[in-house]
């Protein structure tokens, strides 16, 4: 099994017999999936999604890839390929089209309305391709043909890529419910098909490889959701990812079995609940769905709420709901039912939440204690199975965290692939498939570009470490005046602290150390307004390290007196 190299440089030029696939996300975490594939010269993109803050990382709204490796080729690029419409798949590519408008976007009926309807709010008309199952389409050198495969949304798409160098079969996000609620199952059929015809290199899905076994049908829900309806004694509260028709669907069902009424909360749950229905992806019995005003008309019991925020994300409804900061109040007797995965990382905001709710006299049911989820990704049994019947010359693990790339990996030497055709790498590597082998040739650029108050790479991870000093450590303004002759101090500063819970003239005690800063530069012939206030930041630093075991953020104001 070839393993990342931290020393690899640039990759070489690519052989014109060869395949390039180089992932700019999701290849150790779980969310901003895209694989770039490049093929004589042109680039195909599968997928561009985004990825959710965690607690370290303040202020942000999402994290996209980095696309500074096709920074100056955007003119070779032949497509985005969209495997399904969830925002990890998806989130990124308004952003993708402010660099360049015209890339045809490619996706299957669902997945190209929830993308054009996020695309409409950022004013951008896109040029989209609609794709079923069976579909083949050529875009420059990469023969594209689609697989149906079932997933925690509808209309999911496996890809087969052709080139003259070899075949990628990518499975984008996948599992293999054998009872699906639309009738829609993996396509094993056309997987033992491609394998007869050989493929090259398999990009198979991890999120789930570490779980043995088979994951469980999504229709075994319906009996803990039908649980939830029949007992709970006043409103219940829905949460669930905006794009999880499926699960949305064993909503409404049981809402409708049960005579209660829906409302759809937040932005997103609202537009793509009405795509799915108008697509006819969500099947709602007439005048089932009210508007939330409509609610406050009838008793309790009757109340049904679908809103988002299911991963604690801070402006989520539910996390507002938790806060007491929305117009609904959550108080005794309400049920509130957290039907989505706990995205890795987001177990303390998701908890957090639990116990607000809890607080406020609601009873929470979630996958901990109830059976109100399963995963929308392939267990260790059926990745198992899809090794066998492909036998791809080639694999390589795609998202999800190194654990789960690593176990994807074993399952597929466990089935005996040669370890050494089976790549697992990291974010930036790049593979190479060359005469039918897959080799790690080089590493480009893939860090987190940080979008925060909707702008796009403003906030670095010098400014990150920033925000989270502040939160954690407070912060101290420093005004010294220092004349431009001596360097010397002509008053002594002014100090501002916030978030210490201390009083600030006990800094009046750094002042020997500004004082010994300021003579260093001076002996050194520094006057540079700049450099001063750097000293006499490092100088205040160490001294309330040393002092009182506090390192707040300085912000360093030197006026040339």
Request: glycine content about 10%.
């Given at each position: ?73 955007w003119q070779d690029v032949v497509g985005v390929v969209l495997t399904h419409g969830h925002e990890d798949h998806i989130g990124g590519v308004p952003y993708l089209l402010k660099e360049r408008g015209d890339i045809p976007v490619v996706g299957s009926r669902l997945t190209l309305a929830f993308v054009s309807a996020k695309l409409k709010e950022h004013r951008i008309k896109p040029r989209t391709t609609q794709v079923a199952e069976g579909d083949r389409l050529s875009l420059g050198p990469f023969d594209c043909e689609f697989v149906a495969v079932n997933h925690s949304i509808p209309d999911g798409l496996a ?403």
């Amino acid at each position: 099994m070839s393993h990342p190299h931290p020393e690899l440089g640039a990759p070489p030029s690519l052989p014109r017999n060869g395949l390039r696939v180089v992932a700019l996300g999701g290849l150790g975490e779980v969310g901003r999936n895209m694989a770039v594939l490049e093929h004589r010269g042109k680039l195909l993109i599968i997928d561009c999604g985004v990825l959710f803050p965690e607690e370290h990382q303040p202020g942000v709204d999402v994290i996209l890839p980095d696309f500074t490796f096709l920074q100056d080729r955007w003119q070779d690029v032949v497509g985005v390929v969209l495997t399904h419409g969830h925002e990890d798949h998806i989130g990124g590519v308004p952003y993708l089209l402010k660099e360049r408008g015209d890339i045809p976007v490619v996706g299957s009926r669902l997945t190209l309305a929830f993308v054009s309807a996020k695309l409409k709010e950022h004013r951008i008309k896109p040029r989209t391709t609609q794709v079923a199952e069976g579909d083949r389409l050529s875009l420059g050198p990469f023969d594209c043909e689609f697989v149906a495969v079932n997933h925690s949304i509808p209309d999911g798409l496996a890809v087969m890529v052709r080139t003259a160098a070899g075949s990628v079969l990518h499975t984008g996000d996948f599992k293999m419910d054998q009872f699906p609620l639309d009738d829609r199952i993996t396509d094993l059929r056309a997987f033992a098909r491609l394998g007869e015809e050989g493929v090259d290199l398999f990009m198979v899905d991890s999120t789930n490889a570490e779980v043995p076994g088979f994951t469980t049908a999504e229709k075994d829900l319906s009996p803990a959701i039908d649980t939830v309806f029949r007992t709970a004694p006043g409103r219940i509260v829905v949460s669930s990812f905006a794009s999880h028709v499926h699960r949305i669907q064993q909503v409404i069902d049981a809402a409708a079995a049960h005579r209660r009424k829906v409302a759809f909360v937040g932005r997103s749950m609202v537009r793509n609940m009405k795509i799915a229905q108008d697509l006819g992806y969500l099947e709602v019995p007439r005048g089932l769905v009210v508007d939330v005003k409509e609610l406050d008309n009838l008793p309790p019991e009757k109340v049904t709420l679908v809103s988002t925020g299911s991963q604690g994300e801070p402006m989520a409804a539910l996390s507002r709901m938790a806060n007491r900061d929305h117009q609904i109040r959550i108080g005794e007797g309400d049920t509130v039912l957290l039907a989505s995965s706990l995205i890795p990382g987001n177990e303390n905001a998701v908890s957090r939440i639990i116990n607000g709710l809890t607080r406020w006299g609601a009873k929470v049911v979630h996958q901990g204690n109830a059976k109100v989820h399963v995963s929308g990704h392939a267990s260790a049994g059926e990745l198992v199975y899809c090794y066998n019947i492909i036998r791809p010359r080639n694999v390589m693990p795609v998202h999800g965290e190194w654990r789960h790339l690593r176990a994807n990996a074993d399952l597929a030497i466990a089935t005996g692939m040669d370890p050494d055709h089976v790549v697992v790498v990291d974010d930036g590597m790049v593979v190479d498939l060359v005469q039918g082998r897959a080799t790690v040739s080089g590493k480009v650029r893939a860090g987190y570009v940080y979008v925060s108050a909707g702008n796009v790479g403003d906030v670095t991870e010098d400014e990150l470490r920033d925000r989270l000093t502040l939160s954690q450590q407070g912060t101290v303004t420093v005004v010294a005046l220092v004349d431009a002759d001596t360097g010397r101090l002509t008053e002594a500063p002014d100090f501002l602290a916030r978030g210490l819970g201390t009083d600030e003239r006990m800094f009046g005690a750094s002042v020997p150390a500004i004082e010994k800063a300021l003579a260093e530069a001076a002996s050194q012939g520094i006057g540079d307004v700049h450099e001063l206030e750097q000293r006499i930041a490092r100088a205040v630093s160490r001294w309330a390290v040393r002092t009182h075991r506090r390192n707040p953020l300085v912000v360093p104001v030197v006026i040339d007196a």
